[in-house]
């Protein structure tokens, strides 16, 4: 078996594992609701006049009604599904479970769909279809976004060796706080965590593509052996990388946010 073979195989595996453990997670939320609509005696019979509330209902198996959607929480984020007993259903795995099946379905490059039917019914409205509150753009396949107005900087010709690369030290850092900066339009201030156990103050100049309260708990990229720079009389210790283009004549700038599982201080090679 080649290793291309045996990786399809895995994946073969995993998937009718994850199939089969939904079906019968659905099955048994479907049992328990037919249970409980059996035990339910209807009062519709009752007129204004001769009804008394002599009791209450019991919620506690009762599923929120969110409309046309149903939220699927997991690892700090929050993903809305079409399906009440699917979204039931996943509630009910392990957490580990819940964590590897939205790694693999909805955060990987290489998504896939639970089953087809659902892929092309979700395609009309999960075109930008995202985590609660977060725009990142990583559930937005690349062929469902226009790049065609983009210009990017041309790629320097210059070499670099190695050794002048390794003296940069990037790290990934989790922004405790972030405000902005007093006096200023363009600066955000960032306490971050670069696992050293001391905060950092970082400087950067993107409110004009965020606000400060949607950054906090995101871990970020930054150089952290830049020397200090002052700026509105507060030191800045490092830099936090963005990714830029100009798109339709204007600057669009991407802060690059990377996965919450990756520690405070790791080292980027």
């Not at 009062?43 to 009604?65: A, G, H, M, N, R």
């Not at 979700?122 to 990142?136: L, Y």
């Not at 150089?223 to 507060?234: D, E, F, K, Q, S």
């Amino acid at each position: 078996m080649t290793e291309k073979e045996y990786k399809e195989h895995i994946q073969y595996t995993h998937n009718a594992y994850c199939r089969i453990v939904i079906r019968h997670a659905s099955i048994d939320a479907a049992r328990m609701l037919f249970a409980k609509w059996k035990r339910e005696i209807s009062l519709e019979y009752l007129t204004e006049e001769k009804f008394v509330p002599l009791s209450t209902t019991d919620e506690y198996f009762q599923v929120p009604d969110y409309g046309e959607t149903y939220p699927f929480s997991v690892r700090g984020q929050t993903i809305f599904l079409d399906s009440c007993s699917l979204a039931v259903a996943l509630a009910r795995l392990p957490e580990q479970t819940q964590e590897e099946m939205f790694l693999y379905y909805f955060q990987l490059p290489t998504m896939k769909s639970l089953d087809s039917s659902a892929s092309k019914k979700a395609d009309g409205k999960a075109e930008g279809a995202q985590t609660a509150g977060d725009n990142n753009g990583f559930f937005t396949p690349n062929s469902k976004i226009d790049f065609s107005n983009v210009k990017i900087e041309p790629l320097f010709e210059e070499a670099v060796d190695f050794e002048t690369f390794s003296k940069s030290d990037f790290r990934a850092v989790k922004v405790k706080e972030c405000v902005a900066v007093p006096k200023s339009k363009k600066l955000l201030q960032f306490t971050l965590d670069d696992g050293t156990g001391t905060d950092r103050t970082i400087l950067s100049g993107i409110h004009a593509y965020y606000e400060p309260e949607e950054l906090v708990g995101k871990t970020l990229i930054a150089i952290t052996n830049l020397p200090p720079r002052a700026m509105m009389g507060i030191e800045s210790c490092g830099m936090l990388l963005s990714a830029v283009c100009e798109e339709n004549g204007e600057e669009k700038l991407n802060l690059l946010m990377v996965d919450n599982h990756i520690p405070a201080g790791a080292k980027l090679y």
